[in-house]
């Protein structure tokens, strides 16, 4: 094969179709799949040939087919799939979640866990001491959401918010586990407990 020119080697004449001149390679692929020159010899000559045939094309004598002329059409579109998006969270919960500083975090929670402290450990067989503690966290959990919003109104509002979940949960839990696994602590000292834990939730992360 290697004595003929491009043309014979495929078995194909110069006015062959580009469709004829691919059967003809795929022909001889498949009956010389097992010798490794003569497919060489193959994809030599049929290289010749689109050569051959491109510049036949530049010299206006054929007419190309796109395919040959540009192969990158005959490609896939490669589909862009589109940017997965985080997943957002609610734009009003976006409103009412503050990023606190550092020291909007620990100040709250200095004083509440002190406040926290005085219900355990002291003497208050009737509520009447942590009554008065809740008094002054329900004061300093105002002061600490103005002084961050500056908005008295939503500050008492989510003062007495968490006053009431605080209450509601402190007093659930105490209903609930006061009897057994927490029965070493008071029902108000349990309400308390979780009060100030809502406060300082509210204080700290909440706007």
């Known amino acids: ?3 003929q020119n491009p043309y014979e080697q495929l078995g194909v004449t110069e006015e062959a179709s580009f469709e004829e001149i691919q059967e003809a390679k795929q022909r001889l ?14 994809e030599a000559a049929y290289d010749a040939v689109i050569m051959d045939r491109l510049r036949m094309r530049q010299e206006g004598k054929i007419k190309v087919p796109d395919r040959i002329r540009f192969p990158e059409r005959l490609a896939p579109p490669v589909i862009e ?6 997943l957002k969270s609610p734009n009003w919960l976006q409103r009412s979640i503050d990023t606190p500083s550092a ?14 402290g005085i219900t355990v450990f002291a003497t208050d067989p009737i509520g009447n001491l942590s009554s008065l503690l809740l008094a002054f966290g329900v004061f300093t959990n105002l002061y600490f959401v103005n002084r961050k919003e500056r908005r008295f109104g ?4 989510l003062t007495f918010g968490g006053l009431i979940v605080g209450v509601a949960l402190g007093a659930g839990l105490a209903a609930l586990f006061g009897g057994s696994y927490l029965g070493f602590w008071k029902g108000h000292q349990i309400t308390a407990l979780v009060t100030f834990f809502v406060f300082w939730i509210v204080s700290a992360f909440l706007r």
Not at 81 to 86: A, E, F, H, K
Not at 103 to 116: E, V
Not at 154 to 157: I, M, N, V
């Open 81 to 86: 799939s589109p940017p997965i998006s985080p």
């Open 1 to 3: 094969m290697s004595d």
């Open 103 to 116: 020291k909007d975090i620990w100040l709250p929670g200095l004083i509440y866990t002190a406040l926290g």
């Open 154 to 157: 939503r500050s008492l509002l």
């Open 29 to 42: 692929i498949q009956q010389y799949s097992n010798d490794g020159k003569i497919l060489e010899s193959i």
